[in-house]
T-cell receptor
Framework: DSGVTQTPKHLITATGQRVTLRCSPR?????VYWYQQSLDQGLQFLIQ???????AKGNILERFSAQQFPDLHSELNLSSLELGDSALYFC???????????????FGEGSRLTVL | GNSVTQMEGPVTLSEEAFLTINCTYT??????LFWYVQYPGEGLQLLLK?????DKGSNKGFEATYRKETTSFHLEKGSVQVSDSAVYFC????????????FGRGTSLIVHP
């Protein structure tokens, strides 16, 4: 158990809809990362938050957005969903307060999104 | 930019066979190198890491040596087990840039009894 919790584990929805994925990082970790894993693209970095502020952006579509709340949990919002958005979305956390960031991440079990 | 290239899978072996999964990288700066493992239905978890040249990371019988001269970090295990069946990801992160790890595409390992 990594200590990172993601909900829901599975989600099935239709094209054009909007969903929210939730992540609770390990206790004390300040950074949250979102990744998308698909068969054709591999593991793609979407966005990172550190202590409530956006720190880095990767290949995140404009239809997607995220935020990190004061209690450090994070949500990834996916809107106007398309078939190609079907994937496994991972949240990861790192950097306990005061520690040096070594690049090691702790992953949740993922949220599998299916868009029909 | 930073990138990681892994050998394509699946790699299929019999139990007790020797395993090598190749990984090479390009990086702007001096990276730390990682191997993560993803078991079926689970998230990625760190298997081993190395932070400087010639360091050897090891865990659960797996080893990888940070080779700066060949920009490689190949994963090896002397005798694989069925329980090692998983997807293995090579990754790097560079100081600065928020330490965002860059992952390879992953290599699936299937071990038969």
């Amino acid at each position: 158990d990594s200590g990172v919790t993601q909900t829901p584990k599975h989600l099935i929805t239709a094209t054009g809809q909007r969903v929210t994925l939730r992540c609770s990082p390990r206790s004390g970790d300040l950074s949250v990362y979102w990744y998308q894993q698909s068969l054709d693209q591999g593991l793609q970095f979407l966005i990172q938050y550190y202590n409530g502020e956006e720190r880095a952006k990767g290949n995140i579509l404009e239809r997607f957005s995220a935020q990190q709340f004061p209690d450090l949990h994070s949500e990834l919002n996916l809107s106007s969903l398309e078939l190609g958005d079907s994937a496994l979305y991972f949240c990861a956390s790192s950097v306990p307060g005061g520690a040096v960031n070594t690049g090691e991440l702790f992953f949740g079990e993922g949220s599998r999104l299916t868009v029909l | 930019g930073n990138s990681v290239t892994q050998m394509e899978g699946p790699v299929t072996l019999s139990e007790e066979a020797f395993l090598t999964i190749n990984c090479t990288y390009t990086a702007t700066g001096y990276p730390s190198l990682f191997w993560y493992v993803q078991y079926p239905g689970e998230g990625l978890q760190l298997l081993l890491k190395a932070t400087k040249a010639d360091d050897k990371g090891s865990n659960k019988g797996f080893e990888a040596t940070y080779r700066k001269e060949t920009t490689s970090f190949h994963l090896e295990k002397g005798s694989v087990q069925v329980s090692d069946s998983a997807v293995y990801f090579c990754a790097l992160s560079v100081e600065g840039g928020s330490y965002i790890p860059t992952f390879g595409r992953g290599t699936s390992l299937i071990v038969h009894p």
